[in-house]
Every structure is written in structure tokens, then in C-alpha cells.
């Protein structure tokens, strides 16, 4: 899986949804039932909604920041959306 097929994947994902999801597939890696390569497949979509994460919380992060300094033009030019968020 490409990173920009992975990022598509979870786009429309919000920040429970995709920790939701990686949970489970942590408690199923975890279980040790797996074999090696249902192992990397799911490894891999918990490394894509792991990202996932990261980057709703760069923007929550950046948003909080904007807001609480709303005078403050500086941090309101820095704040851009990542391109794998749609919220």
C-alpha cells in the first residue's frame, strides 16, 4: 500500500473512527492468531491510521493554538491543513 493510497483510505475517517479502528487491529496483532502475512497486512493499515491520527492532531493542535491567540497574526498566517484531513 502507497502512502497516498493509505492517506486516501482513511481520509474520510475522524479522529475516534481511526483510533477506534487501530485499536482493534492492535488487540487482533496482539492475540497472536494471525500469520505472518495477515500480520504485515494488518501492521501495515495500523501504520496508515496511526498517520492518520498524528496528523488530526497536528490540526487540532494548530487550530488551538490560532484560537487561543486570536491577535496574534503570526500564528493565524501559519495555520494550514494538512492535506490528509477533511474536517
Do not use: I, W, Y
Amino acid at each position: 500500500m502507497t502512502k497516498k493510497k493509505a492517506a486516501g483510505e482513511f481520509e474520510k475517517l475522524d479522529f475516534e473512527g481511526a483510533l477506534n479502528e487501530l485499536e482493534t487491529l492492535v488487540e487482533k496483532l496482539e492475540s497472536g492468531d494471525l500469520g505472518l502475512s495477515e500480520s504485515l497486512k494488518h501492521f501495515e493499515k495500523g501504520v496508515g491510521l496511526s498517520r492518520r491520527c498524528h496528523a488530526l492532531l497536528d490540526d487540532a493542535r494548530q487550530k488551538v493554538t490560532v484560537l487561543s491567540n486570536p491577535d496574534d497574526e503570526s500564528t493565524a498566517s501559519e495555520f494550514t491543513q494538512s492535506d490528509e484531513t477533511s474536517d
